[in-house]
Nanobody, 125 residues
Framework: QVQLVESGGGLVEAGGSLRVSCTASGRTVTIRAMSWFRQAAGKEREFVSGIYWSSGRTYYADSVKGRFIISRDDAKNTVYLQMNGLKPEDTAVYYC??????????????????WGQGTQVTVSS
């Protein structure tokens, strides 16, 4: 089992920056990829950004490309999402997810077996 704990959400004005973190514990050696998803009120959960743990290859949704940066700290089993140029439409609960399948695709939420509790990010206009 893997446990995920997010931190770093909050309230920020449009154009500002926030960094959210996700620390994994438990059987972290099984993790193949970690990603961030978000869910705005009344909308479906959507992929934001992901990283394959071994290769470090990163992926981004078109809506955040060029503004968000995902990174990892292997020693701390932590993945970060640096969010710059925030817009009101980025307001959502942000969830960290981890997947352990060798052949997993990074985009679909059903590929992930472990989820954090979520952290609220609110961007005011």
């Amino acid at each position: 089992q893997v446990q995920l704990v997010e931190s770093g959400g909050g309230l920020v004005e449009a154009g500002g920056s926030l960094r959210v973190s996700c620390t994994a514990s438990g059987r972290t050696v099984t993790i193949r990829a970690m990603s961030w998803f978000r869910q705005a009120a009344g909308k479906e959960r959507e992929f934001v950004s992901g990283i394959y743990w071994s290769s470090g290859r990163t992926y981004y949704a078109d809506s955040v490309k060029g503004r968000f940066i995902i990174s990892r700290d292997d020693a701390k089993n932590t993945v970060y999402l640096q969010m710059n140029g925030l817009k009101p439409e980025d307001t959502a609960v942000y969830y960290c997810a981890a997947g352990a399948s060798w052949s997993m695709s990074i985009y679909p939420s059903h590929e992930y077996g472990y989820w954090g509790q979520g952290t609220q990010v609110t961007v005011s206009s």
